[in-house]
């Protein structure tokens, strides 16, 4: 073999050596497709499919109010199914549930989906958010539907933050002050010592009528 021959070999070989090199750097920690979001719980019974399931509690972890439950749900059977409740099992918690417009049950139709949670859809909603469970961990939810019946998975416990700002709840409204904790400026309140000294009972400036200089302010 020529020597041009030869050098043309070893380039060849360190191209492919430069190109593996570079694919394995990019499958690393940084690799773009590492950056995705991570399963959500799933699970399939029969014609029911139960996908991205979460419960997103308050995006404070020391707030108060509700949290809700997220998921969507696909209904391959040839039926309508109606979601009856929807349970967290060892817990004391309560979930509400309401169609996305106007009253009535959540029904998932044949050959369709429902989802769960987000602007203009339907709603999960569990009350006390803290019955729900610490964030980070797992909690067992339930579904009882009219045709399948139960159907059980679990549902990671995570902030209304990131990926689900979107489906979290509405936090509690701040405390507005009642009337006897703006009602400070009493009569009483605005009179110096000395004036309160000199009326013993208090009576005698309380029902005394405005002088004229008051008056003509007024």
């Not at 769960?116 to 539907?145: C, H, L, P, Y």
């Not at 400070?184 to 309380?206: L, N, R, V, W, Y």
């Amino acid at each position: 073999m020529s020597r041009s021959l030869r050098h043309g070999a070893f380039a060849a070989t360190a191209l492919v050596f430069s190109i593996a090199a570079l694919s394995a750097c990019s499958a690393g920690n940084d690799a773009q497709t590492l950056q995705v979001r991570p399963d959500n719980a799933a699970t399939a019974v029969d014609s029911i499919k139960i996908q991205n399931l979460n419960i997103v509690t308050q995006p404070e972890p020391d707030a108060e109010g509700p949290a809700v439950i997220a998921a969507t749900l696909f209904n391959d059977g040839p039926k309508r199914e109606v979601v009856e409740t929807i349970a967290l099992p060892g817990t004391n918690a309560t979930v509400a549930l309401k169609p996305a417009k106007g009253k009535g049950p959540l029904v998932v139709p044949a050959g369709g989906r429902l989802i769960i949670g987000g602007k203009d859809n339907a709603s999960a909603v569990i009350e006390n958010g803290r019955q729900a469970g610490a964030n980070g961990n797992v909690q067992n939810v339930a579904f009882t539907f009219s045709e399948t019946g139960e159907v059980s998975l679990g549902a990671a416990i995570v902030p209304a933050t990131s990926f689900f700002k979107d489906f979290g709840p509405s936090a509690l409204p701040s405390a507005k002050p009642t009337p006897s904790d703006s009602a400070s400026g009493t009569p009483g309140a605005s009179e110096t010592p000395g004036e309160q000294s000199g009326s013993p009972s208090g009576e005698a400036t309380d029902t005394a009528p405005p002088a004229d200089g008051a008056a003509a302010e007024h």
